[in-house]
């Protein structure tokens, strides 16, 4: 966890945590008082988090509360003392704020790399604005350049949902699949299924250059799939990106 309670960064920002946390706090900037907020998930929104906490305790916010995104989210905001919402009981979020794994030149993203994508998908799509907080490095030319494109899909089936994922997208170039595995908690060297926090299993999708296809097109075909439960493009959903740089610059892509 970061700095609860520390002033904001300088923009002579250096490491990357630094970048992080800058963008996360000019994010927080955007928050009033009274307003319902999407928590999001991964080390950029754990700061935006812990500024938010900070600006509650002091007062500086009041009537704030939240929707996480996932578990770990839900978790973080009790502890900084973020008082929280189920979506079925937020009336309106008026802003949501989180990472991204990658953005491209039209403010798509890839997120879900943290294994949140549902919960941030329907969070962040409810309505409201949704503010997308990153350092330089997520910036791609292309989606699906830097690493996976995660799918939630159903565990009943889902290496025959995996197969289907194959069978489809096998034609589109240098493309491989395969379910999400991490360590084995038991500590030894084996691996074992990572499940989301909906008890979900994760297909990675991999593509050697990025997509070079129409990514509308290979959205609608992934939510045509029995088994699959949602993907992690999130396709003309950011409102604005908040980019910091290495050059100490923040700017925002609206
Ligand atoms: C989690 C996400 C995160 O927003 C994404 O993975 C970026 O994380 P980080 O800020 O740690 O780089 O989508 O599901």
Redesign the pocket.
């Known amino acids: 966890m970061g700095s609860a309670g520390s002033p904001p960064p300088t923009l002579d920002a250096t490491t990357q945590e630094d970048l992080?946390r800058v963008a996360a706090y000019k994010a927080v900037e955007m928050v009033k008082s009274d307003m319902t907020l999407g928590l999001?998930?991964?080390?950029?929104?754990a700061h935006a988090l812990d500024r938010l906490g900070a600006l509650l305790r002091n007062g500086a916010l009041r009537g704030v509360a939240g929707v996480p995104?996932?578990l770990k989210t839900e978790a973080h905001a009790a502890r900084v003392g973020i008082p929280m919402l189920a979506l079925a009981d937020a009336a309106e979020i008026h802003l949501s704020i989180?990472?991204?794994?990658e953005v491209d030149p039209d403010l798509n993203l890839v997120?879900?790399?943290?294994?949140?994508?549902l919960r941030?998908k329907m969070i962040e799509g409810a309505g409201g604005r949704f503010v997308v907080i990153?350092d330089e490095s997520?910036l791609v030319p292309r989606l699906g350049c830097t690493g996976a494109v995660p799918v939630e899909v159903v565990p009943f089936g889902s290496a025959y949902t995996l197969g289907l994922i194959r069978k489809v997208f096998d034609q589109l170039p240098g493309f491989s699949a395969r379910l999400r595995t991490v360590k084995s908690k038991a500590g030894d060297d084996a691996e074992e299924i990572f499940v989301t926090d909906n008890g979900n299993y994760i297909v990675e999708m991999f593509f050697d250059d990025g997509i070079h296809g129409d990514l509308r097109a290979i959205s609608d075909s992934l939510l045509r799939i029995t088994g699959v439960v949602e993907h992690?493009m999130f396709l003309g959903m950011a409102t604005s990106v908040i980019i910091a740089k290495k050059d100490g610059s923040v700017s925002v892509l609206t």
Request: charged share 30%.
């Open positions: 992080k999001g998930t991964g080390s950029t929104a995104t996932s989180d990472g991204a794994d997120k879900g790399r943290g294994g949140s994508l941030e990153v997520k992690g």
